[in-house]
């Protein structure tokens, strides 16, 4: 009988042991060593908030990450750039009485992509975000495709093509599949990311056990 592959795989916070090979899968996964997350980066974020820090192991090998911060968003709005809302990688602006969760890097190792292992860290991501009762998770996500068909489509034409299944985008898709909503789409957001030529959506998943203390 056939197992179920995310069975296998297991999520816990990540370690400083952990950041040579997270770091490493980042410079692959993201092809260009200035855009993704340095040692630095990872040692401030499990130093501000370890919890918001997650792996994916599999058969005992790091295979996939993700980060985050908490923030009240309203404090940054829907035209922040990456450097604002993450603190240039360092989330020393992190907020325990914020009210949302806001993901600011995720990596999978690109020869395990068909395990689940993005799934596996979304499924994190919202655990975190019950955990803390935080109202919603955000990020602004990269649009890789964008810059093949933006000499006959603008961005918000490439989107909504996305969103109905006329365009495949690796990272926009995969978000849609996973209960994300396009919330806005921001420019100059990650300005080294020319794939997205500089654009990145602002994506939202809203918390259904999400309780109010007001």
Partial sequence: METNKLDDLI???IKDEDIEKIVAISTVSF???????KRKHFESQLEVFPEGQLCVEYQGEVVGSCNSVIVNFDEYGDEHSFDEIADKGFIR???PNGRNLYGTEVVVDPNRRSLGI????????????????????????RIPNFHKYADRLS??????QVIQGEIYDPVFTFQLRNGFKLR???ENYLPKDLESLKYATLMEWHNPDYRSNE
């Avoid at 961005?155 to 909504?160: D, G």
């Fill in 11 to 13: 999520i816990r916070k």
């Fill in 93 to 95: 602006n992190h907020n």
């Fill in 184 to 186: 806005a789409i921001m």
């Fill in 31 to 37: 092809g260009d060593p200035e855009i993704p997350f």
């Fill in 155 to 160: 961005v918000e034409e490439y989107c909504q």
């Fill in 118 to 141: 993005g799934r596996k860290l979304y499924e994190g991501r919202q655990a975190i975000c019950r955990k803390f009762n935080l109202e919603s998770i955000l990020f602004g996500g």
